[in-house]
């Protein structure tokens, strides 16, 4: 138990700097607080959830894929073949781009802030309360204590 309870402590200490190391980087680049911790929330949604996303849809996209792999006249049998196994698999074509680098922590950091520094913006959250509006009658009863008082005063 101990033990067990020491691992998730370590687990959640690295998930802590893993969020605080990729807010640093996405910070590093657009200089404002509010617009890094969107950005960071942003990034590790497209991180985390977006390879999945990508994956389902080449998977749900087969059929046309696999057509156009076999009109495509440059591709050798055997290579269509192979490409036809890996698309009809989610696992398969999760394990190719993910070998092939498609979901590199690297390489979507430069690409995130290559799309930021093109067009780059700024979150600000302003509150705005309401003015209180004095009617006429408060502002002359407030006039009449004034002049009450300065002739106290006097």
Not at 12 to 26: E, G, H, P, Q, R
Not at 29 to 46: E, S
Not at 123 to 151: C, G, M
């Amino acid at each position: 138990m101990f033990l067990m309870d020491n691992v998730i402590i370590i687990l959640f200490t690295a998930v802590i700097f893993f969020f605080l190391f990729t807010f640093v980087n996405i910070y590093s680049f657009c200089n404002h607080g509010l617009t890094g911790i969107l950005l960071t929330a942003k990034f590790l949604y497209l991180f985390f959830i977006m390879p999945f996303k990508g994956t389902a849809d080449i998977y749900n996209d087969r059929k046309k894929i696999i057509r156009s792999i076999k009109k495509d006249k440059q591709i050798s049998s055997s290579d269509k073949l192979h490409l036809e196994i890996i698309i009809k698999s989610r696992w398969k074509t999760f394990r190719v781009l993910y070998k092939a680098g498609a979901f590199s922590y690297g390489e979507l950091m430069l690409r995130y802030a290559r799309w930021y520094l093109n067009k780059p913006f700024q979150y600000d959250v302003k509150i705005n309360t309401p003015d209180k509006k004095v009617s006429a009658y408060e502002q002359q009863y407030i006039s009449s204590l004034e002049l009450n008082l300065r002739e106290a005063v006097h």
